[in-house]
């Protein structure tokens, strides 16, 4: 026996029902609408909630990539937003984190009518979407808190660090508005291991030891800082897996549940 999910595929009845609320407006820019997928577990709540950020090299991917990831998650009692966000090149750093962060306004602001907890909220994402959830994280971390922090990031194939990229170097300018000789305060800002301090959220990292795009020793290197400032930290390495399977590695999807499971359902419901 199978339940039907909102968009029609078909699970195992033993599993709870996940309902996904499609196309939620976050916010209207010039040239782009913000929209977001919604995935809430069966229950009452409130849930712990997770903003969930896709990749493509900030220039491209849809909010629909997360899809699974998303529906994982709800079945284990999380509620989750995947969301959509302007892209490069014809909208360069810091439009992306100012969208990711409209997204996460967006979720507390909605936190009743999806009735989320506002003291349980992570963040999640790969490659492209995992810089941004941990920049989210870093950033907000740094400031005075006026609204609920993000208590968890999950990062998966993450760029953490432009400061080391050849000066004259064209490849991010797509993205950063020029190379590093040209913009150097922007590639630090851009880079979450910038912002590392001891009040930065715990983050979970997870990356193919084959990734050929994005260096592993960036994210090595971000844990490693947070773990000598005491932040708890995890790092999962998808042996053998390149750039795209560290993102479908089922492993490291139940590790990193039980790391948001560690951080945030510890005396939750």
């Keep these: 026996m199978f339940v039907l999910l909102a968009w ?32 809430l577990p069966a229950g009452e709540g409130p849930f712990p909630a997770v903003l969930m950020i896709h990749g493509g090299a ?105 400061t080391h990229e050849p000066l004259q170097s064209k490849r991010l300018s797509f993205f950063l508005g020029g190379s590093r000789a040209e913009k150097p305060s922007t590639y630090v800002l851009a880079s979450p291991v910038s912002h590392v301090t001891a009040k930065c959220p715990p983050i979970f990292f997870f990356h193919g030891t084959e990734d050929n795009v994005v260096p592993i020793q960036e994210a090595e290197a971000m844990h490693q800082k947070l773990s000598s400032l005491g932040v ?12 795209i399977g560290s993102l479908i590695d089922p492993e490291a999807r139940r590790e990193a549940l039980k790391f948001l499971d560690g951080q945030l359902k510890l005396g939750g419901s």
């Design 232 to 243: 708890p930290t995890a790092f999962y390495k998808s042996i053998g897996r390149g750039h």
């Design 8 to 39: 029609g595929s078909l699970l195992p009845a033993e599993e709870p029902a996940v309902r996904m609320v499609p196309n939620q407006l976050i916010a209207e820019r010039a040239d782009k609408t913000l929209r977001a997928d919604v995935y």
């Design 58 to 162: 900030w220039a491209g991917g849809s909010r629909s990539n997360m899809a699974a990831n998303a529906l994982f998650l709800a079945n284990n009692g999380y509620a989750v937003a995947t969301i959509s966000y302007r892209f490069a090149p014809s909208h360069v750093f810091p439009a992306q984190l100012e969208d990711c962060q409209a997204g996460l306004t967006w979720l507390v602001e909605n936190a009743e009518k999806f009735h989320i907890d506002t003291d349980r909220l992570a963040s999640w994402g790969h490659s492209a979407g995992g810089h941004l959830a941990c920049l989210i994280a870093t950033t907000e971390s740094e400031k005075e808190p006026s609204t609920p922090q993000l208590k968890a990031v999950v990062a998966g194939a993450a760029p953490c660090d432009f």
